[in-house]
């Protein structure tokens, strides 16, 4: 069974630019979380897709940042325009309904210079 | 406000030694999770304990969890250099929202 993959692993930009970040979750989990990692920090929590729907953005930190997961299978999250402080690796994570356990995807690690 | 909390922030040990590492939190849960991640993985899920459980086993390890003090540990007994990886805790809330901690740094020297 295949595991949570994101893409793009790395991705480098400019301040100002726009980057689309994709997570496929593990095939028939309907709940699909993303999180943050700041260097040096802890995993914060950004949001919860229970198919396609939020059922939780309490932790996306301002209105740059947009999620979605159009059909309810993969989803993307979309930072624009992108800022210093939004570096970091992003984690995206899947669990079936009714389970606590999440299975997490390797991470993108975005750079903003 | 910041959730689990780990303790030590790095450790290392020798191979064949124990390693413990705490996980102090604030507010109530539902459950806790220990989760490893290895360097440039994801986190990978270790085991999970309720709030109504005070100790659980897998393998070589134990976690242990005190609702009264807030804080739970884990223990990896006789490490072996693949154990080197960082640790987290997540605390779930009844709402199952995830907080995880910083997460301590373990390095088993062969």
């Known amino acids: 069974e295949a595991g949570v993959t994101q893409f793009p692993s790395h991705s480098v930009i400019e301040k100002g630019q726009t980057v689309t970040l994709r997570c496929d979750p593990i095939s028939g989990h309907d709940n699909l979380y993303w999180y943050r990692r700041v260097m040096g920090k802890e995993i914060k929590f950004l949001l919860h897709?229970?198919?396609?729907?939020?059922?939780?953005e309490s932790g996306m930190p301002n209105n740059r940042f947009l999620a979605e997961r159009t059909g309810g299978t993969y989803s993307t999250l979309k930072v624009q325009p992108a800022e210093l402080e939004d570096s970091g690796v992003y984690f995206c994570a899947s669990s079936q309904s009714g389970h606590a356990e999440q299975f997490f995807g390797p991470g993108t690690r975005l750079t903003v210079l | 406000s910041q959730q689990g909390e780990e303790d030590p922030q790095a450790l290392s040990i020798q191979e064949g030694e124990n390693a413990t590492m705490n996980c102090s939190y604030k507010?109530?849960?539902?459950?806790l999770q220990w989760y490893r991640q290895n360097s440039g993985r994801g986190l990978v899920h270790l085991i999970l304990?309720?709030?109504?459980?005070r100790e659980k086993h897998s393998g070589r390890l134990r976690v242990t969890l005190d609702t009264s003090k807030k804080s739970s540990s884990l223990l990896i007994t006789a490490s072996r250099a693949a154990d080197t990886a960082s640790y987290f805790c997540?605390?779930?809330?009844?709402?199952?929202?995830?907080?995880f901690g910083t997460g301590t740094s373990l390095t088993v020297i062969p």
């Open positions: 897709f229970v198919k396609e729907s939020k059922q939780d």
């Open positions: 507010t109530s849960i539902n459950n």
């Open positions: 997540a605390t779930v809330s009844w709402g199952n929202q995830f907080y």
């Open positions: 304990i309720r709030s109504n459980e």
